[in-house]
T-cell receptor
Framework: AQRVTQPEKLLSVFKGAPVELKCNYS??????LFWYVQYSRQRLQLLLR??SRESIKGFTADLNKGETSFHLKKPFAQEEDSAMYYC????????????FGKGTHLIIQP | DSGVTQTPKHLITATGQRVTLRCSPR?????VYWYQQSLDQGLQFLIQ???????AKGNILERFSAQQFPDLHSELNLSSLELGDSALYFC?????????????FGPGTRLTVL
């Protein structure tokens, strides 16, 4: 069974400090990993996906198959980064929904 | 709004009742997904439809069913409601069901079962 674990329910950092949101997964095949974000009063939206290897809003995430992790990082946090962040996995093949972690509430303090 | 729309926004009902939640996907999207978000279980995938056909099933209870109509809108039917069914129900759509396509989420329907 596939599973996504986000160990931190809440993460509070100061503006300008580095941010790392942890995500570990368990899946027997080759997964597709995503980070979704939900800003206050907005709908859930895709932040980035591992296959595109791009940086969005200064965030990056590297898939580490050895450690089964997909941590989200940003070198310098900004106040507008405050939001709920969800790590998600989809099994290879496509015909399936996303398996989400329980989310991390990121608060950036001024 | 050309994004995913869901109606109603809020729904309050009693145990034992039946409700229908509606979702309209983004223009051109053929695939629709339903998710349930509760405090204890988090966001869970329920079911996926593609162009009118069921494609994948997740943790969907037998009391729940869904369908996708020819105009591509989808409905999620919840019956014999229990207190534990109180949750946010999200619909998402994507252009197709192939690998790594982005799913666009709707604003959700908040269901309260009293």
């Amino acid at each position: 069974a596939q599973r996504v674990t986000q160990p931190e329910k809440l993460l509070s950092v100061f503006k300008g400090a580095p941010v790392e949101l942890k995500c570990n997964y368990s899946y027997s095949g080759s997964p597709e990993l995503f980070w979704y974000v939900q800003y206050s009063r907005q709908r859930l939206q895709l932040l980035l996906r591992h296959i595109s290897r791009e940086s969005i809003k200064g965030f990056t995430a590297d898939l580490n198959k050895g450690e089964t992790s997909f941590h989200l990082k940003k070198p310098f946090a900004q106040e507008e980064d405050s939001a709920m962040y969800y790590c998600a996995l989809r099994g290879g093949g496509g015909a399936d929904g996303l398996t989400f972690g329980k989310g991390t509430h990121l608060i950036i303090q001024p | 709004d050309s994004g995913v729309t869901q109606t109603p926004k809020h729904l309050i009902t009693a145990t034992g009742q039946r409700v229908t939640l509606r979702c309209s996907p983004r223009s051109g999207d053929l695939s629709v997904y339903w998710y349930q978000q509760s405090l204890d279980q988090g966001l869970q995938f329920l079911i996926q439809y593609y162009n009118g056909e069921e494609r994948a099933k997740g943790n969907i209870l037998e009391r729940f069913s869904a369908q996708q109509f020819p105009d591509l809108h989808s409905e999620l039917n919840l019956s014999s409601l229990e207190l534990g069914d109180s949750a946010l129900y999200f619909c998402a759509s994507s252009s197709d069901w192939l690998e790594a396509n982005e799913q666009f989420f709707g604003p959700g329907t908040r269901l309260t079962v009293l």
